[in-house]
Nanobody, 128 residues
Framework: QVQLVESGGGLVQAGDSLRLSCAASGGTFSDYAMGWFRQAPGKEREFVAAVSRSGISTYYQNSVKGRFTISRDNAKNTVYLQMNDLKLEDTAVYYC?????????????????????WGQGTQVTVSS
């Protein structure tokens, strides 16, 4: 029902910044909580950040708190991940995902299984 396309990844040095974008089409964007996940080689996909349908509530993985900011523009059908002070351990493929569920328990948006729609991912590589 929803198609997601990430963009904005690239190769940067530690301490640099990137802004990832995820453009959505199909469905009703404002009906979906949105999340960002990442997966490094040999690792399982892990939660990075999520934002509520309205954009008012945000959630972050502890390792990115204070450095990353998730936001959404429902008029543009786009969710963003502003990544500042990038570190080597941030290197991964970053995926955006859409969650159609209306009710969420504590921390449920941290789980990949809660999301029904996923983008193809965009590579972020941080070098020293």
């Amino acid at each position: 029902q929803v198609q997601l396309v990430e963009s904005g990844g690239g190769l940067v040095q530690a301490g640099d910044s990137l802004r990832l974008s995820c453009a959505a089409s199909g469905g009703t964007f404002s009906d979906y909580a949105m999340g960002w996940f990442r997966q490094a080689p040999g690792k399982e996909r892990e939660f990075v950040a999520a934002v509520s349908r309205s954009g008012i509530s945000t959630y972050y993985q502890n390792s990115v708190k204070g450095r990353f900011t998730i936001s959404r523009d429902n008029a543009k059908n786009t969710v963003y991940l502003q990544m500042n002070d990038l570190k080597l351990e941030d290197t991964a493929v970053y995926y955006c995902a859409a969650d159609p569920n209306r009710l969420h328990s504590d921390h449920v948006l941290e789980q990949p299984a809660e999301y029904d729609y996923w983008g193809q991912g965009t590579q972020v590589t941080v070098s020293s």
